[in-house]
């Protein structure tokens, strides 16, 4: 693997991450990197696309950026700058374009390679755990979505817009979060993910015996 190369793409990544308040800025990132590459240690694949990709894949996200399209011919542009293959740009964007869960709703799904689906898993994982549960709570809170109302039930969500359509932030648990367990592609992340998903099974058993 190039590190030099990678380098390059972390100070990228930095440069636009850097003020994230959603929940999605360089520590996201660097545990999504370390996840990554943990796992890839376990499969055959493309050290460098895996690294790559996990580093680069919410600074195109329509949920963070204001535009989109602008984003991803800027990072095309940035992986030619630094000698990244026409191959390996191709692979990347589709990984990045591919492993988000609103994909299911865009009837765009794509079958990922081994190397997305360990971005796909890493990224997944740190949405899960005691980290998932305070990165939750955080972006709920920057939506300014309130916590929870009873009479407020969690949806099974059929359109992206009804999944960027916040509703309660307890909510998204059961609307996303408590899904992912069962998504995982790999065997190494599946091992991780079932120790987290009890941890959230508890804390959403206690929350509710709080809430009365």
Not at 50 to 79: P, R
Request: proline share 1%.
């Amino acid at each position: 693997m190039d590190n030099q190369k990678i380098e390059k793409i972390k100070n990228y990544v930095q440069a636009i991450m850097e003020k994230d308040q959603s929940g999605h800025g360089m520590d996201h990132i660097n545990r999504v990197v370390r996840l990554a590459t943990t796992i890839a240690e376990t499969e055959t694949c493309d050290l460098y696309i895996v690294t790559a990709a996990a580093y680069l894949h919410d600074t195109v996200d329509d949920k963070l950026v204001s535009d989109s399209n602008q984003a991803y011919q800027q990072l095309e542009t940035f992986l030619k700058q630094i000698d990244s293959s026409t191959a390996q740009i191709q692979h990347i964007i589709y990984i990045i374009k591919n492993i988000s869960f609103s994909k299911q709703f865009t009837g765009t799904k794509e079958k990922l390679t081994i190397e997305g689906q360990i971005v796909q898993d890493a990224d997944r994982l740190d949405a899960m755990g005691a980290i998932g549960i305070i990165r939750t709570i955080y972006y709920g809170g920057h939506k300014g979505n309130q916590i929870y109302d009873p009479t407020i039930k969690p949806r099974t969500l059929r359109s992206k817009s009804e999944y960027r359509d916040e509703s309660t932030i307890i909510n998204h648990f059961y609307e996303k979060i408590l899904l992912l367990n069962d998504r995982l592609n790999t065997e190494y992340a599946k091992k991780i993910g079932s120790k987290r998903q009890k941890f959230l099974e508890a804390f959403l058993e206690e929350f509710f015996e709080e809430w009365g």
